[in-house]
């Protein structure tokens, strides 16, 4: 098992970071031996992944961040670094090398201070690896001032410092950044390639890896949850039945209620697994005894945590909501494809008599302006609409099609 066998569906990506891998491990053996480097090199400082969700380009960028960290001495025989054996390939992938920092945040943004934090490091050299590897996973969700930070440790790189910045595209990333980026895009995986991932790696039924893939059109991540976690089936299936739910308006915004209370615990659901235990940990390092009073000038620093806290539940709320929209989205798209006769395959093929009652009620003018109805909810969030206000006219949006 190599560390590309989770990139899935692809090759063309596959084989761009491979051939890196190989100029980068020629290029770390050439300055050891004090060789002259090589002109026209594959390898370069920052790299840039994008493409739609559930692409892997977060898999993509941790793969190739473990090839360059790649100890296996069949290197010296011709063989491919990124073997997924060695040391330094088994630490990057579990997230235990001290030269890889993987960045993903679960609050609304990045800001200054945390980059300015991931400049200093990038400015050290490796500790015990071959590279000091930085790999953003939500670069787009970076401030325009933390983007400026970081846009001088890109222009600027330490000899051995890699970046490696994931968007869904290019334009979420400031135009100075992305041109100093050496910039690769991966597409949405086919339905056959997730569901073997999951049949392989997961241990899913044949069945289910076929139905938890189709279901999310391709999508890695959401098709592994689907097909191993019995809540978000069951939470698909009520987000799935708001198409006939919506008949009058009581219907209408009681469906949006739901959804907004679904993902209200989502959001509480998190909090008490990580919230309590974020609020010991600093208690305690910050000198604090169980059940008495906090040292004097520590309440700055639990005040900070709070408010972290709040964000990241303001982002689960989000993300979950995002998601039922996304589903809601791909129930349309189901019912254009039977109105219009497509032999396209249907991704909600498990609620087939609800897609064809919707498609012989309706017209295909009236389908599409429920997905821009869906789509114009989304945009209402972005702009901080409030949610609850947001779905309600979701929803009514719906009925009138």
């Known amino acids: 098992m190599t560390v590309w066998d989770d990139l899935v569906g692809q090759d063309r990506v596959r084989e761009q970071l491979a051939a890196a891998a190989r100029d980068a491990d020629a290029l770390v053996t050439a300055v050891s031996d004090g060789e002259a480097l090589e002109q026209g090199s594959k390898m370069t400082h920052a790299w840039l992944f994008t493409g739609p969700p559930g692409s ?39 997230g235990t090398h001290a030269d890889v920092q993987v960045i993903r945040t ?83 995986p ?13 241990g899913v039924d044949p069945a289910q890896a076929h139905s938890a893939a189709r279901a999310t059109q391709g999508h890695i991540g959401r098709a592994r949850r689907l097909a191993t976690d019995e809540r978000a089936r069951a939470r698909r299936a009520a987000v799935l039945k708001v198409p006939l739910r919506i008949a009058d308006v009581g219907g209408c915004l009681k469906a949006a209620q739901e959804l907004i209370d679904t993902a209200t615990d989502d959001a509480k659901q998190l909090a008490e697994e990580v919230d309590g235990k974020e609020a010991e940990d600093l208690k305690a390092a910050l000198g604090g005894v ?89 945009e209402a969030m972005d702009r901080n609409v409030a949610p609850l206000l947001a779905v309600e006219a979701m929803t009514m949006a719906l009925r009138a099609g």
């Open 56 to 94: 892997g380009r977060s898999t993509a960028a941790r793969a190739f961040a473990a090839a360059l960290q790649c100890t296996s001495p069949d290197r010296a025989l011709g063989g491919e670094p990124g073997c997924g054996f060695c040391d330094g390939c088994h630490t990057s992938l579990i």
């Open 106 to 188: 679960d609050l609304l943004s990045i800001g200054v201070k945390e980059t300015r934090d991931l400049v200093r490091r990038a400015q050290l050299s490796p500790a015990v690896g071959r590279w000091q590897v930085i790999v953003m996973e939500d670069a787009d969700r970076l401030t325009e001032g933390a983007g400026n930070v970081l846009l001088k440790a890109v222009e600027e790189p330490a000899p051995r410092t890699v970046w490696m910045l994931c968007a869904p595209s290019l334009e979420d990333v400031l135009p100075t950044i992305r041109s100093r980026c050496r910039h690769l895009t991966l597409s949405t």
């Open 190 to 202: 086919p339905v056959e390639a997730v569901a073997d991932v999951l049949i392989r790696r997961d």
């Open 290 to 378: 169980a059940g008495g009073r906090m040292p004097r000038g520590t309440a700055g620093a639990m005040k900070e945590l709070e408010d972290k806290q709040k964000r990241r539940k303001t982002r689960t709320q989000r993300d979950s909501l995002d998601l039922a929209l996304t589903e809601l989205t791909g129930f349309y798209r189901d019912v254009l494809a039977l109105q219009f006769g497509s032999k396209l395959a249907i991704a909600n093929a498990d609620v087939q008599d609800s897609l064809e009652r919707i498609a012989e009620s309706s017209t295909p003018a009236q389908t599409l302006r429920r997905i821009e109805a869906v789509t114009a909810c989304r």
